[in-house]
């Protein structure tokens, strides 16, 4: 299929990833649209994960406040540069998240920070309501994963389905934009504060 110029524009307006990329993704997908933008996705996350460990010294401190004036959300997110920093976009970006956290109320960022014995009580709590199902050992494992995977999706921010996108969670929204950039984005810390918390 030839691949035209307007498809290659199309893809990068949706995308924001460069045109030769957007081209080659289009080529590789043989001009399907939404086969080209996983690829990039994919590509795109493959970049992010090379570049996780690069130090994230500038960022910015974000916030939102609900419109009824009972919840209100602090949130440092870092990158490695003040160029990003004082991107629009990035900006936008630590605001959405800032108003997921509002919404959506995780107690974590990742399972990482889940203290040990947290983690050690959320897992007694599952095998406890599913002692008497009778199940092999091997089985009872997985259902705990199972359960334990959905548990992180509830408290754990990078988990978290995102509110403006049911497509995608947290974890994704920060991936594509550090495969738009080419910058390592970390969500550094957050504070929710509730009225009557």
Known sequence: MD???????????????????????????????????????????????????????????????????????LIEVNCETDFVARNEEFQEMVKNIAMH?????????????????????????IRGQLKDSNKPPEIMEKIVEGKLNKYFQ????????????????????VKSFIAKTGENVVISRFARYQIGD
């Open 101 to 125: 956290i509002a919404a959506a109320d995780p107690r974590y960022i990742s399972s990482n920070n889940i203290p040990e014995e947290g983690l050690a009580e959320e897992k007694d709590i």
């Open 3 to 73: 691949i035209t110029a307007a498809m290659v524009q199309d893809l990068r307006k949706r995308t924001g990833i460069g045109m030769m990329e957007c081209k080659s993704a289009l080529t590789e997908a043989d001009g399907d649209m939404a086969k080209a933008i996983t690829i990039l996705r994919k590509k795109g996350y493959a970049r992010a994960e090379k570049k996780s460990t690069r130090e994230t010294s500038e960022g910015i401190v974000g916030s939102y406040i609900h419109a009824n004036l009972k919840i209100g959300v």
């Open 154 to 173: 509830e408290v754990c921010l990078l988990n978290q389905t995102y509110i403006k996108d049911d497509k995608m969670s947290i974890e994704d929204l």
